[in-house]
Structures are given as structure tokens and as C-alpha cells.
């Protein structure tokens, strides 16, 4: 008897090196997770959702750099895999979906939960193929896998229901023939880059994710260049440890110190980033580019020289090339102002900051019902954390705390929607990184928001006994739309969120919840929570007026947030 199409694949996904494939059983699976549960290599991951699958199977592509699966069945099983899978796409993670479809004889009719997949997924994903017979699937598996791994995105293979039990015809079998690649510039375009260097006399860099792999050449430029290194979100948890070039990030999520190194230099040096926000990049100074992916180069920015190749090989092109020493002015101003940034920021973490003079003015102002300070919470959580744990955070305000209050040492990762911008990512990305290993400390930096939407999945934590720490910040708002309506002057609107006690809602799933209100026992809150070995639910009612000062606040913005604040006084006493 042949082998199946179902067990075919399943086969080659423990192959591959897949340990767990995520998703939600249904009807066109059937084949499938049947083959998983006869196969000892490959767990089966049921998740409540399946942008929860999604988000969990992204997380272990970009913590591994190896192929990571995610299943969606007919319809709408499929279409719930659409925002996490785009949240892949955009982090350059390798996931394959495999996603349901009707009978073949079906296809075509308006089927009940009948969906076009290859329309569907045409956006998201690179490559994406129905298979219309058995005898058609070694191949188009084959041109699944080595599209998403090659070029780190997102394949789609839609598999019928009546196709998956189906025998192959021969033994034809999947062969992947994977390889790694690494390029380097053409010379002339790397004398171009030598050549502008050399004669700038403040070179600030700007360095990214795709650098991570090359945090030794890195820190050889910084030091040859004599250059301040700014970095992106992404890059904190290759470059934030242990480097005296550092002067953290700019943005919205920035710092004062960040924005100046850039407009001080005479020339910019991007290194594997696509840093998307164009008003933060200054103007009027030389760019020079470098990115493995040539359309990448001058989309943000105008570039005066574009190197297409791996940052490794790259600068270490450019480091046998460049001229000796630098005046190191630049890069102290920068390191000093960095530095007084910091101790501010420091300050305000202490428990007993709303106590001082200067926090009871700012408390009259920002906190006057007294809650948790977020900041406080983040440090905290920076203290009790292991030097190796796994960070991933919702976008909003609980990546804003992350990003200035928790230091990547050590071997700690960082993951979050930091392309797509995503709600409700961090649960199920912990949830993910969690069963890379049951062993490693795993901390999810939550949104009341974020949290709420994907709920369900709680339950996935619950069932499979992840040891995972979740850190509410419970502040009762969409912190950052509020942010954003007061910055443009308007009062905050649709932002309130009615939240239950997510403590109780933990205990009651069957995982420990731990519920804060006051600081004084914050930190010993925190030390417990990572003193448990299972899973762990902290809601930490905190201050949902905390203002978020970015690295170069205009005046727009202030006189807009003073007139939301007026706006909102008055509706309040309208009330």
C-alpha cells in the first residue's frame, strides 16, 4: 500500500526538522491530523484560534530561522489565519500554511464555506497553490517549502478534503535541496562607500535587525568609525548588551540622545534595517545603505550609496578599506546625553517616585487616582526576568515600557508585531516561543486590549502547561489611540475598555492569576509570579494617563495635548 498525500507531508515536515504544527481541527484536516497523531515526531498544537496558530507559528520561525507550520481548514478556518500570517510576512519569518479546501468535485459551485485560498492569500503570501491531485503534490510541497525558506515569507498549499487520504501515484517523494547563501557588494560600489566615510567627519549608525548575525563586525565599524549606534526596536536583542556605542532608539519610542546623534552626523550608516518612518530620518545628510534585499535601498530615504549584500561580509569589506583613527567627540556627546537621558528615565521607575516632590506635582497632573506607574512595572519585570528569557510584547504601550525599561542582556530575545503592528500578538507569540523550549523563561508584556481579543488561547497556555508569564498592563484603555488623540488635540473617545478582573479570569481557567493595585507591592508581586514554575496571569492595574514623551516632541504636539486635556476636563465635569 502507497503512501498517502497527508502522510506524505507530515513526513516531510518532521524532515524538515517541524516539531509542532499549530491550528484548529476541522473536517478538510481530517487526513492530516490523523497522519500527525500516528506520528511520534510532530505534535499537533489544537489552538481556540487560528490567527492565535498563526501568531505561535511566526514566533518560532523568527526565533529558529527554520520553517515553522501553521493549519487552517476549510473557509473560515483559513481566513482566520490571515492577520498572523501577514504579521509573517512582514517579519520575514518562514511559515507554511496548509489550509482546507472543499472537494474537488466542489470547487467552483459556492460550496458551502467555500473560499477562493489562492485569491484569498494572494497578498500575504509568496508563493500559494491548490492541489488538484495527488499526483501534483511532491512538487508544488517542494516550491512551498523553498519559497518560504528562501526568501523568509509565508507559502500557502491549499489541500482539499478529498485529496489529503489519497495514495500518491509512484514513489515519487518531496526533496528540498535547502541551502544557505551569503552575499557581498561589487568593489566599485564598495570604494564609493570607503570613500564617503572617509571624509565625513560624524558617521552615526543606524543598525537593524538583519545586522544580529554581525554584532562583532558591527561593533569593529562603531569603533574604527567612532560612530554612535542607533537602534532599531528590533535590534535591541543583538546590540543592547554590552556596547559602548549604543545610544538606544529613535522614533516615536525614542530618546533624546538617539535623535541627536542622527542630526548631528554628516552621514548616516543604515545596516540591515528598513526603518519605515521617514519624518525621523534627518535631512541634508549623506546615506549609505546596506540590505540583502536591493529594493529595499532609498525606499525610506534618499541614498547616496546602496550595498546589496549581508551586513557580515559587508562590513568587514568596508573595515580593511577605511582609514585610521576618528576624533571621538561625536560619539561621546552622544553617549553622555544618553546617559542623562536614562537616569531620568531610571528615576521614574522607583516605587517611591509619586512620594518626591517632583512626583506629587507630576502625579497632580498625570496620575491623580494614584495607580501603578507602568514604567515601574516594566523594571520590575527588567529585574525579576532571567538573563535568557524570551520577550514578546503587544504593540501599544506595553512595547513602549518594554523598549525603554527592559534591557535585552544576556541572551534574552525580543519578538512583537514591530512591522505589522498587530493587536493581540504577544499571548500567542509566547505561546509559541514556549514550546521551542518548556525549559526557558518566556515573558508576554500584555495590553488589557491586545490580551482580550485573542482570550481564548489562555486555555492553549492552560492545556499544554506552558510555563508562560503573562504581564497585564491594565490601564483600561487603548493606551496608544488615546495617546494619539490628545497628540492631535482631540479628547480620548471609544478607547475605555470595561475589563474584568483578569486575574479571576486566570484562576477560574485554571492558571494562577495574580492581581496588583497598589505599588507598594508591586515587586514583591512580580518576584512571585517568577518564583512559580507553571503559568502566570499578572494584572497590574496601571496608570492609563501615563504620557509617553517620544525623542523629539514638537510643538504641535504639546499645545495638542494640553487642549485633549482641557477638552477632557470639561467633559468630565459635563457629566
Not at 517616585?353 to 512626583?359: C, E, P, R, S
Not at 523598549?403 to 507569540?429: D, E, H, I, K, T
Not at 494562577?512 to 508581586?525: C, F, H, K
Amino acid at each position: 500500500m502507497g503512501r498517502t498525500v497527508a502522510q506524505t507531508l507530515v513526513d516531510s515536515l518532521t524532515g524538515l526538522g517541524v516539531r509542532q504544527v499549530f491550528g484548529v481541527v476541522g473536517d478538510a484536516l481530517n487526513p492530516i491530523t490523523d497522519a500527525i497523531r500516528r506520528t511520534d515526531d510532530i505534535e499537533w498544537i489544537g489552538c481556540r484560534h487560528e490567527e492565535a496558530a498563526a501568531f505561535a507559528a511566526g514566533a518560532q520561525a523568527q526565533l529558529t530561522g527554520r520553517l515553522a507550520v501553521c493549519m487552517g481548514t476549510v473557509g473560515p478556518g483559513s481566513v482566520h489565519l490571515l492577520n498572523g500570517l501577514y504579521d509573517a510576512a512582514k517579519s520575514h519569518a518562514p511559515v507554511l500554511a496548509i489550509t482546507g479546501q472543499v472537494p474537488l468535485s466542489e470547487v467552483g459551485t459556492d460550496y458551502f464555506q467555500e473560499v477562493d485560498n489562492d485569491l484569498l492569500f494572494r497578498d500575504v503570501a509568496a508563493f500559494r497553490a491548490t492541489v488538484a491531485s495527488p499526483g501534483q503534490f511532491p512538487g508544488l510541497l517542494e516550491m512551498a517549502v523553498r519559497t518560504a525558506t528562501a526568501r523568509h515569507t509565508v507559502s500557502v498549499l491549499t489541500i482539499p478534503g478529498d485529496v489529503g487520504g489519497q495514495e500518491l501515484p509512484d514513489e515519487r517523494q518531496p526533496r528540498f535541496s535547502l541551502a544557505e547563501h551569503s552575499t557581498r557588494p561589487d568593489e566599485p560600489d564598495l570604494r564609493r562607500a570607503v570613500d564617503v566615510l572617509d571624509a565625513s567627519g560624524k558617521v552615526t549608525l543606524l543598525v537593524g535587525r538583519g545586522a544580529r548575525e554581525a554584532r562583532g563586525d558591527v561593533l569593529a565599524l562603531a569603533e574604527r568609525l567612532a560612530a554612535p549606534m542607533v537602534l532599531t526596536l528590533k535590534a535591541k536583542e543583538g546590540f543592547e548588551d554590552d556596547n559602548p556605542y549604543e545610544v538606544g532608539q529613535t522614533g516615536l519610542i525614542g530618546n533624546p540622545a538617539a535623535a541627536g546623534a542622527m542630526d548631528a552626523a554628516d552621514t548616516l550608516l543604515l545596516l540591515g534595517t528598513d526603518f519605515p518612518y521617514r519624518d525621523w530620518y534627518p535631512q541634508g545628510k549623506k546615506v549609505i545603505q546596506v540590505d540583502t534585499v536591493a529594493e529595499h535601498i532609498g525606499r525610506r530615504v534618499p541614498v547616496d550609496v546602496g550595498l546589496v549584500g549581508d551586513v557580515g561580509p559587508t562590513v568587514r569589506a568596508l573595515l580593511g578599506q577605511l582609514s585610521g583613527d576618528r576624533d571621538t567627540g561625536h560619539l561621546s556627546k552622544a553617549r553622555d546625553s544618553y546617559a542623562t537621558w536614562h537616569e531620568a528615565q531610571e528615576r521614574l521607575t522607583a516605587p517611591a517616585h509619586d512620594k518626591t516632590l517632583i512626583g506629587r506635582v507630576r502625579s497632580a497632573f498625570d496620575n491623580r487616582d494614584h495607580r501603578i506607574r507602568p514604567e515601574a512595572l516594566a523594571a520590575a519585570v527588567d529585574r525579576a526576568a532571567a538573563d535568557d528569557a524570551v520577550f514578546t510584547s503587544d504593540t501599544g504601550m506595553a512595547t513602549v515600557w518594554l523598549s525603554r525599561f527592559v534591557r535585552m542582556r544576556g541572551g534574552r530575545r525580543l519578538l512583537g508585531s514591530y512591522n505589522l503592528g498587530s493587536m493581540a500578538n504577544a499571548m500567542p507569540q509566547a505561546l509559541g516561543a514556549q514550546l521551542l523550549d518548556r525549559d526557558r523563561q518566556v515573558v508576554a508584556f500584555c495590553g488589557d486590549g491586545g490580551l482580550s481579543m485573542l482570550l481564548g488561547d489562555l486555555m492553549t497556555i492552560r492545556t499544554y502547561r506552558l510555563p508562560v508569564k503573562l504581564v497585564v498592563f491594565d490601564n483600561q484603555r487603548l493606551g496608544m489611540v488615546k495617546l494619539e488623540q490628545e497628540q492631535a488635540g482631540l479628547p480620548e473617545f471609544g478607547t475605555e475598555l470595561d475589563n474584568p478582573d483578569f486575574a479571576a479570569v486566570a484562576t477560574a481557567l485554571g492558571i494562577t492569576g495574580i492581581r496588583v493595585t497598589e505599588t507598594e507591592n508591586l515587586q514583591e508581586a512580580v518576584d512571585k509570579a517568577f518564583a512559580l514554575d507553571g503559568p502566570v496571569l499578572l494584572d497590574v492595574l496601571t496608570n492609563p494617563d501615563e504620557i509617553a514623551v517620544p525623542a523629539q516632541p514638537t510643538t504641535t504636539q504639546g499645545w495638542g495635548f494640553a487642549i485633549a486635556k482641557i477638552k477632557e476636563t470639561v467633559r468630565s465635569v459635563e457629566r
